[in-house]
């Protein structure tokens, strides 16, 4: 189900997250190419900042490490494009202008939507995102998202407020733990996403009073996502074993 650029693109977050380096930055390279074209999440309504890691002539799907999969191809896309977002920070380039940018609209297209929930978005995107805030180099940044709010992406007045269009960085964190405090305050929500998801970038954040009380949460719930993959076990062991340690 996942393509050969997304399964390169996870090779090589894992190989950065064990070892923090990369041992062939090629990869990167081939994204670059990949930034503002035909597939990528927003290209249809004028982003071109976004990493199209699918074709566009196919029906996208993704199944993550730790088992959950795609709910359509819009999501899978936009999935898909914040792991190769997420590769590009985990090696400290957030402050490269097309990563600046294609955060900028990663958060144009998620979090600064005024519907509150899960901001038209699948949990399984939204969890995945929580690595752009615990990767970023200036998460408490005030500085407004440079995000062009002209672009026909954001012209729907139900998910966006034109009154209300200056986001930083530090509006985006917050933002972020509301949802996850929000999220953990009911188990029930969690049956289609593994907490394993929510538990890595989470752990990776700055010590902060909530943060703290969302992975206390979080750490006492069942993982109600299950799955028939020895694969996907180890992964949620190897998580598991970095919450231990974090404690």
Known sequence: MNNELLANIQTNWNQLRDTGSLNDTSILDILLSRIGIEGAPGY????RSTFSVFPPNINAELILPTGEKSESDE?????AHILALRLFLGAGLGFESRIVDA?????GL????????NYECSTVA???????IALDPKPESDMPLDIDW????FQNEHLWDKNYNLFSRYDIKERMLDWLIYMSIDEK???????FTF??????MKNDSRVKMILSKFSKYEDYHHSDSAVVLMEKKRILNLLIQKE
Do not use: H, M, Q
């Open 189 to 195: 929500k969690l049956v289609e996403i593994s907490i």
């Open 44 to 47: 249809d309504c004028g982003i």
């Open 103 to 107: 955060i900028a609209n990663t958060y």
């Open 75 to 79: 999501d899978a896309r936009f999935i």
């Open 199 to 204: 538990l890595e970038p989470i752990i990776r």
């Open 110 to 117: 998620s979090w600064t939507k005024k519907i509150g929930g």
């Open 126 to 132: 939204l969890a995945n995102s929580i690595w752009l």
């Open 150 to 153: 002209s672009l026909p992406c």
